[in-house]
């Protein structure tokens, strides 16, 4: 059964950094991307950008392009998103789901519970 | 980037009812759209790929439809676990974009 499991929530002051873990089981990690996505409080869905599992080759949304950082430890199969330069609008949970296919369509199907990151001075 | 537009954004509805929202792209993206059910405090929960395939495991009350641009989700007999927020997602090209959502509420 196909798990991710992401690191818990964490308060951090604007201009920092903050580096949140997924952790996957129940699959090769090998074999899929991982997506990263937020939301902001009573807002709606955000995506940031991919990693491949194997190759570790990443694709950012360019609103974050210059802020963010996905990279992989292929030997615990976990997936990293770090945002530098924080700011309170960054504020959100923030969530990381594997990427499915069926032919050529494409998909989050399974899904982390989630991390709360809270920028606050 | 694709614009995605839900609508509406919001629903009053009764257990049994049939219950439909839209959601429109602003360029074609032939049937690469996906739905997701949200409730408070969860992750999202796929529904529904390329416009209309059910996710296994997903109520067959459930279906979607569409392609080019507009695209519809229908619940064709409301039950009380589906009161949740509903959100489309383009993915026919990067960045992915989702709309605004549309909460479903009881009435």
């Known amino acids: 059964q196909v798990h991710l499991v992401q690191s818990g929530a964490e308060v951090k002051k604007p201009g920092a950094s903050v580096k949140v873990s997924c952790k996957a089981s129940?699959?090769?990690?090998?074999?899929?991307?991982i997506h990263w996505l937020r939301q902001a409080p009573g807002q709606g869905l955000e995506w940031m950008g991919w990693?491949?599992?194997?190759?570790?080759?990443?694709r950012y949304a360019e609103k974050f392009q210059v802020r963010v950082t996905m990279t992989r430890e292929t030997s615990i199969s976990t997936t990293y998103l770090e945002l530098s330069g924080l700011r309170h609008d960054d504020t959100a949970v923030y969530y990381c789901?594997?990427?499915?296919?069926?032919?050529?369509?494409?998909?989050?199907?399974?899904w982390g519970q989630g991390t709360l990151i809270t920028v606050s001075s | 980037d694709i614009q995605m537009t839900q609508s509406p954004s919001s629903l009053s509805a009764s257990v049994g009812d049939r219950v439909t929202i839209t959601c429109r792209a602003s360029?074609?993206?032939?049937?690469?759209l996906n739905w997701y059910q949200q409730k408070p405090g969860k992750a999202p929960e796929l529904l529904i790929y390329?416009?209309?395939n059910l996710q296994n495991g997903v109520p067959s009350r459930f279906s979607g439809s569409g392609s080019g641009t507009d695209f519809t989700l229908t619940i064709s007999s409301l039950q009380p676990e589906d009161f949740a927020t509903y959100y489309c997602?383009?993915?026919?090209?990067?960045?992915?974009?989702f709309g605004q959502g549309t909460k479903v509420e009881v009435k």
């Open positions: 990693i491949n599992g194997k190759s570790g080759a990443t």
């Open positions: 789901a594997r990427l499915d296919s069926d032919w050529d369509a494409e998909y989050l199907q399974y």
């Open positions: 390329a416009s209309s």
């Open positions: 997602q383009q993915s026919s090209s990067f960045p992915w974009t």
């Open positions: 360029e074609t993206i032939t049937r690469y």
């Open positions: 129940g699959y090769n990690f090998n074999d899929n991307y």
